[in-house]
């Protein structure tokens, strides 16, 4: 029976069954902090070949039971989540959705909705709410202050506010979107941010070699760049490949940073420094509205170098005169972001206080460090023009931008996955690090903010 209000503190008799499909990273996160707020009726289940080994992970877990299939979760549960790749929501809630408890509130936690809308809509009873979720985080990130999208579709408000309270205990802020809105959304954030990240790993990965031991300064930008992109690899290929293939605005958002990575190098290559500025600063004033003859070297809103020189990923190199090396780059990953958010008509500032992801904030923040100042701005055009040393790096990325791109419009799951995994494995050795300096880089940046 579901009630508008509850609390794990309700007797059990009286508190809901919640049910969660799907047992991978998402699924025990919520898993995690469900039981951990005292909740005490949670059936769990995942493939039915992970039966005894899940038996075992949360055996004396309290308030989790552990079912051998979707369909024995379904049956007795008054909230249902599906939490599993999104490629799959279709064929798994045609298996389990058939088995959907009488009056329960169902809802899914894949990246792009589209598909789980239909999903449900076509596979589930008439007799079932539909409410579905998004946690704008990973799974190693604390969900407190995090955006936690609600998506009342088939439901009554009774209902919402039954998910708002099961949910109270994530401490997370709950944005209300339609399914429409969220697609729209999430790929303005998510689309181009990851696909300038898996770029920047493709290119480091082509190269064989680590930037940060490259006796190439890694600090300040280079910090967040580093430490993103291992975040971003050190995750399930398939959350990237979902939410870019399967996300109708993704895929014309992809093909615009790879068209811009790639313009911008043309003129970088025919050294014309003018064109290039021009084109740069058309774009600054676009996304951050300063005009070019100001000087705009106002604070940024929330990173200062300060902040981003704390994680420094395999300590700073020294240059042989024993002095930090401090060079600048063309930072073509980000000139790209800057004018590709600009041809999209794309304000990302508009989405920090709505639904950003922790990547993005950070992403943002230090494209706005780089464009907020002129100097640092004119420093890395000089570089794009005038210094051939960056060229193959480059080369490189625009390269990768151009192969991820082609690879989201083929909509290639197998092809993403050993584009992914090819490059994640050249890393990978450095992904528990960067798991923990990541996390206190998250942090340290949203505490600067506030
Ligand atoms: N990771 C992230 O950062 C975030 C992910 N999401 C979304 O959440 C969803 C889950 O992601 P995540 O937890 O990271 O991925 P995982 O791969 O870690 O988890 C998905 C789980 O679902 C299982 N599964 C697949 N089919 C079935 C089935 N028929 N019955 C039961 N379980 C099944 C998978 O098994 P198997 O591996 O054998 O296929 C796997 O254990 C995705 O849609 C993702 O886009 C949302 C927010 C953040
Ligand atoms: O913050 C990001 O963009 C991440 O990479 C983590 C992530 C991945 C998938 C989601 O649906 C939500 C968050």
């Given at each position: 029976?579901?009630?508008?209000?509850?609390?794990?503190?309700?007797?059990?008799?009286?508190?809901?069954?919640?049910?969660?499909?799907?047992?991978?990273?998402?699924?025990?996160?919520?898993?995690?902090?469900?039981?951990?707020?005292?909740?005490?009726?949670?059936?769990?289940?995942?493939?039915?070949?992970?039966?005894?080994?899940?038996?075992?992970?949360?055996?004396?877990?309290?308030?989790?039971?552990?079912?051998?299939?979707?369909?024995?979760?379904?049956?007795?549960?008054?909230?249902?989540?599906?939490?599993?790749?999104?490629e799959?929501?279709?064929?798994?809630?045609?298996?389990?959705?058939?088995?959907?408890?009488?009056?329960?509130?169902?809802?899914?936690?894949?990246?792009?909705?589209?598909?789980?809308?239909?999903?449900?809509?076509?596979?589930?009873?008439?007799?079932?709410?539909?409410?579905?979720?998004?946690?704008?985080?990973?799974?190693?990130?604390?969900?407190?202050?995090?955006?936690?999208?609600?998506?009342?579709?088939?439901?009554?408000?009774?209902?919402?506010?039954?998910?708002?309270?099961?949910?109270?205990?994530?401490?997370?802020?709950?944005?209300?979107?339609?399914?429409?809105?969220?697609?729209?959304?999430?790929?303005?954030?998510?689309?181009?941010?990851?696909?300038?990240?898996?770029?920047?790993?493709?290119?480091?990965?082509?190269?064989?070699?680590?930037?940060?031991?490259?006796?190439?300064?890694?600090?300040?930008?280079?910090?967040?760049?580093?430490?993103?992109?291992?975040?971003?690899?050190?995750?399930?290929w398939h959350v990237y490949a979902g939410l870019a293939i399967?996300?109708?605005?993704?895929?014309?958002?992809?093909?615009?940073?790879?068209?811009?990575?790639?313009?911008?190098?043309?003129?970088?290559?025919?050294?014309?420094?003018?064109?290039?500025?021009?084109?740069?600063?058309?774009?600054?004033?676009?996304?951050?509205?300063?005009?070019?003859?100001?000087?705009?070297?106002?604070?940024?809103?929330?990173?200062?170098?300060?902040?981003?020189?704390?994680?420094?990923?395999?300590?700073?190199?020294?240059?042989?005169?024993?002095?930090?090396?401090?060079?600048?780059?063309?930072?073509?990953?980000?000139?790209?972001?800057?004018?590709?958010?600009?041809?999209?008509?794309?304000?990302?500032?508009?989405?920090?206080?709505?639904?950003?992801?922790?990547?993005?904030?950070?992403?943002?923040?230090?494209?706005?460090?780089?464009?907020?100042?002129?100097?640092?701005?004119?420093?890395?055009?000089?570089?794009?023009?005038?210094?051939?040393?960056?060229?193959?790096?480059?080369?490189?990325?625009?390269?990768?931008?151009?192969?991820?791109?082609?690879?989201v419009?083929?909509?290639?799951f197998?092809?993403y996955k050993?584009?992914f995994?090819?490059?994640?494995?050249?890393?990978?050795?450095?992904?528990?690090?960067?798991?923990?300096?990541?996390?206190?880089?998250?942090?340290?940046?949203?505490?600067?903010?506030?």
């Amino acid at each position: 029976m579901i009630r508008a209000n509850v609390s794990p503190s309700d007797p059990i008799e009286q508190q809901p069954t919640i049910g969660l499909i799907g047992m991978g990273a998402m699924g025990s996160m919520y898993a995690k902090h469900l039981s951990d707020a005292g909740w005490k009726k949670i059936s769990v289940c995942d493939r039915p070949e992970k039966f005894e080994s899940l038996k075992e992970a949360y055996n004396g877990v309290p308030g989790i039971t552990v079912h051998s299939d979707g369909h024995a979760v379904s049956r007795i549960s008054d909230f249902i989540m599906y939490s599993v790749e999104a490629e799959y929501i279709d064929k798994v809630v045609a298996q389990y959705g058939p088995s959907t408890k009488i009056g329960a509130v169902v809802s899914g936690q894949t990246s792009v909705k589209a598909p789980e809308k239909e999903a449900f809509e076509k596979h589930l009873p008439p007799d079932v709410s539909i409410i579905s979720l998004h946690s704008l985080h990973g799974p190693t990130v604390s969900p407190v202050g995090q955006p936690l999208v609600l998506i009342q579709h088939r439901a009554s408000d009774e209902c919402l506010h039954f998910v708002e309270s099961l949910l109270r205990c994530f401490q997370s802020r709950y944005v209300y979107l339609t399914y429409e809105d969220h697609d729209l959304v999430t790929a303005n954030v998510q689309a181009v941010t990851h696909a300038a990240f898996l770029t920047m790993g493709t290119a480091w990965a082509a190269r064989r070699s680590y930037p940060w031991e490259q006796n190439q300064y890694v600090g300040g930008i280079e910090t967040v760049k580093v430490n993103i992109m291992l975040r971003i690899y050190a995750n399930k290929w398939h959350v990237y490949a979902g939410l870019a293939i399967l996300n109708p605005s993704a895929k014309v958002q992809i093909d615009t940073y790879s068209s811009s990575a790639t313009e911008l190098f043309k003129l970088m290559l025919a050294g014309d420094a003018e064109g290039l500025r021009k084109r740069v600063y058309n774009a600054r004033e676009k996304v951050f509205g300063i005009r070019a003859d100001e000087q705009g070297n106002a604070t940024p809103i929330f990173l200062t170098e300060d902040v981003l020189d704390r994680f420094t990923i395999g300590g700073r190199p020294a240059s042989p005169s024993g002095t930090s090396v401090t060079n600048t780059n063309s930072h073509l990953s980000l000139l790209a972001m800057v004018d590709c958010w600009a041809r999209l008509s794309i304000q990302p500032l508009d989405h920090l206080q709505l639904a950003a992801t922790p990547v993005f904030r950070m992403w943002i923040g230090v494209a706005e460090y780089l464009f907020r100042s002129t100097k640092r701005l004119d420093a890395a055009l000089h570089t794009a023009v005038h210094e051939v040393t960056y060229r193959s790096d480059d080369l490189e990325f625009v390269v990768g931008a151009r192969g991820w791109s082609q690879c989201v419009a083929f909509g290639d799951f197998q092809l993403y996955k050993e584009r992914f995994e090819k490059t994640a494995s050249f890393f990978e050795s450095r992904f528990e690090e960067a798991n923990k300096i990541g996390g206190a880089m998250i942090k340290a940046i949203l505490e600067s903010k506030q």
